[in-house]
C-alpha cells in the first residue's frame, strides 16, 4: 500500500481546489497537542524522524492519480495537476526524546498551501501516536525507579507497525530491551525472551521443561515458574540453577497472581537455595501504576516487563494533536471553532530552566537563558544532516526528563506543566480574532 | 521489516530447545479472548483473513536465521533446524464478522509444536486488535439506529496498518465509508471527505471558499461550517448550496460546540431556505456513546463520522487475549496459573438461538439446532477455499448483531453474552486438573 495514497480524501479534494484557485504560496501548519490526558504531566516528541523519511520521499506519481481518481469518480486527467507533487518546503521539529507540554508545536510545516495540506494525515499519525507511547513508556521507566524496564508487547499492539513503534518508543524512553525480533534487529536493540508457560506443559514435568531449555541454551536463562503453582516452580528452578554451577545473569519470571507476595516468597527461596545472584523479572499486565506500587512497596523485583497496557497506552490511548494552519501567504490565520480556538502564525518554543516554556512567535528573539525547541530538520524538501542515533534521541529524553519538577514527573495525579505565551504571541491572536469578526463575522455576534 | 522476524525472541528460543528435544508433534493452540471488557456486550471476529494470508506464506529463509543469530549472539549453524520451517498445520476460525464471546477459541492452530510456537505473536497480535476494532465499530453501528456512520480516523490511530484496519473494521461492522483513500482502493469501499478549517482559512471569508470548493468539485459537496461561527457558516453555506440549484446529496458538516445544538439550529436554517434535501454530517471526537445520546435527543444528524476514539477504541484499547496450548501430541494440556486457567484440548463452539452457546470439545457431536462456530480455513499449510469478500463478511456480521438480545447490544453498561461447556469438557478439565496436581505439584498443595 502507497505512503502517498494513505491521506484522507479530503486533502486531495482541497489541494485541487487550491491548484484551481492558484493559491500555492506558502503556508505554515503547527502541530501540536491540545491539552494533556489528565494522567500525563508531560509528553516525549516522538515520530518526527518517521515525517521526515516520509516527507522526504513523497512524490505523487501516476498509480496515486489513478487511485484518487477512482476514489473520487472523476476522470484521471481531472486529477493532472496532483501529478509530480513533491514535498519541497520547510519542517522545524522538537528533536524526538525532548519532552513537550500541552499547547507547543512539536513540528511546523511550511510548504506550498496544497503540498502543506496533502502530508497532513501522515504527518498526525505518526506524530501523534508515537508520542502517545514515547510518554507512556517514559513512566514506566520513572516509575521503576532505575531498574530496568524491557518491552513485551508485541502481541496485542494495534498492528504489527505500533509494535515496532512501541519497542523505539520504549528505546527512546530508557527502556533496556525488547521481545520482538523485527524491531530488535532494525533498531539495534538488545532482544530479550524468556519461555511460555505452553513450553512447560509440553514437557509436563516443570524439572524436565527446565533442563531442555538450558541443554538448548548455554549461559544465563530465565524460567517461567507460575505454570502450576509458583513456590514449587521456584524450588524447581532453584535446584536447576544450582545443577548448573554458574547462575549470574539467570532470573525467574512471575507472570500471575500477587506479584509483590510472590517475587518475596520466590526472593526466600533463591537465596535459601545459595542464589542471591538470580533476578526476579515480573509480567502480567503491567504498567507505571503497577511498577510504582510494587517499586514503593519495596517488593524484591529486579526487571519490569510491560506490555499491553504501554504498547496501546491504555489509559490514555490517543493524545488530542491538532495540524492547524497558522499562516498562510505571509498572513497570520486561525479558527475561532468552539473549544478549539488556535494562535496564529509561524512559532517558536523557547524553553530554560529545565521546562519553562514560552511559546512565542518564530520570529522574536530568544528569551535570556533560553533555547529554541524548534529545530529545522527539513529544508526545500530535504534532510538536513544525518537522522540522530537512538542512543542520542534517548540521552536527550533522560535529560530534559531529569529537569522536570516532581509534580509533572509523579506517577499518579501528575501536575501538567503549561507554557507560558509570549506578549507578542498573545497581541497578534487578539489582532488576529478581531480582525475575523470584524471581517467575517456580522455585528450581532458576540 | 520481515514477517517471518515479527515475533517475541522466545517463540524462538522455545522452538529451537522442542527441536532439540525431537518434540515435533502436533501442537493445538487455542486463541481466545479470556473476559470481554466491562464495556461490551459481545465481540466480533476479525483479523482472522490476515493470519491465513500469514501462515500460507510463511517460510523461514536464511536471512531470518541470521536476524535469529544476531539477536541471540550466537553463531548461524545453531540455528539452522529453523531453517526452511514452513507453516504446515491446520487453522479453525470463526468466520469474520460473525460474533463471538469471551472463552470462546476465535482460531485454532494445529501444527508441529515448533511451528505452531513460533508464530504465536503474529496471530494473536491480529485477531487480538482487529477484533477489538471491528467490536467497536459494531456498537457504533448499533447506536446509530441505522443513520450512515463513516470512518475518519487515519489521523490518530496507532499507525497506518492500524488506520487500514479500522477502516476494514468498520466495513465488516456496516460503516458506510472511510476518508482513508488507501484503505478504500484496496478494499473497494465508497471514500467520503469534505473539507478542513484550514481551507476556509485560506481563503478567509466562508462564502469564498465554499464557491471556490464547489467549482472545483462539481456535484454534490459536503461544506465545514464551524470555523468562525456556526449560525453564520450555516447560513453562508446554504445560500451558496441554494445558488448551485441542485442540493441533493450536497451537507454541511458540524465539528464543535454541542452538536445536538448546532444541527437543531443548522436544521432549521436550512429548511427555511428551502434545502431539506441538505443533510447534516456531524464529527469530533465521536464513539458510540456520543451517537446514542444524539439519536436519544432526536438531534436531526444524517450522518455520523467517527474518528479518534473509535479507529483506537479509546474505551477497551486492547482486549484480554491469551494464546494456549491445550494439547500436545494427542496429550490435553492446560495450566493452573493464578486468574488463568485454561480449558484443555481442541474445541468446537456450537451456536444456536442467536447466541446461545456451548464450548465443547471438538470431537462432541453437535447438539440439536446448533451449527459449529469454528471452521477449517487452513490445511496442511494451504487455504481452503477463496477468501470471502468483505460484503459476505459484513452480510454475516449484520445477521449476527441482529440476533443478539437486547441487553448485550446495549450502548450502556451491556451484559456480557456467555458461553456455556459442554459436559465433557468440563469433565475433561477436571481430569487433566487432578492429573497436574497428582502428578506434578507436592502433595501439600491445595
Known sequence: MSRETTTDLYEVTMALSYLREGMTQPATFDLFVRDLPPERGFLVAAGVEHVVDYLTDYRLGSEHIQDFASVLHRPPEDLEPLLGITFDGDVRAVPEGRVVLGGEPVLEVTAPLPVAQLVESYVLNQVSHQTALASKAARCVLAAEGHPVVDFSLRRTHGIEAADHAARAGAIAGFSATSNVAAAVELGLPAVGTMAHSYIEAFGPEEAAFRAFADAHPGPVTLLVDTYQTEQGVRTAAQLLRSLGNATGSAIRLDSGNLEEEA????????????????????????????????????????????????????????????????????????????????????????RNGCEDVVALAEEAAPARSSPLLRPVVREGARIGPAPD????????????AALPGEARRITDPTPLHSSTSPRLRALTDRVRRHIRATYLPRTSP
Open 390 to 401: 537512538l542512543q542520542h534521541i534517548r540521552d536527550r529524553c533522560v535529560a530534559d526528563i
Open 264 to 351: 518475596r516468597l520466590a526472593r526466600r527461596i533463591l537465596d535459601a537455595h545459595g542464589l542471591p545472584e538470580v533476578r526476579i523479572v515480573v509480567s502480567g499486565g503491567l504498567d507505571e501504576y503497577a511498577i510504582d506500587a510494587l517499586v514503593r512497596a519495596g517488593a524484591p523485583v529486579d526487571i519490569y516487563a510491560v506490555g499491553t497496557r504501554v504498547g496501546v497506552s491504555a489509559d490514555a490511548p490517543y493524545l488530542d494533536t491538532a495540524y492547524k494552519l497558522v499562516a498562510y501567504d505571509t498572513r497570520p490565520v486561525m479558527k475561532l471553532s468552539t473549544g478549539k480556538v488556535t494562535a496564529p502564525g509561524p512559532k517558536q518554543v523557547f524553553r
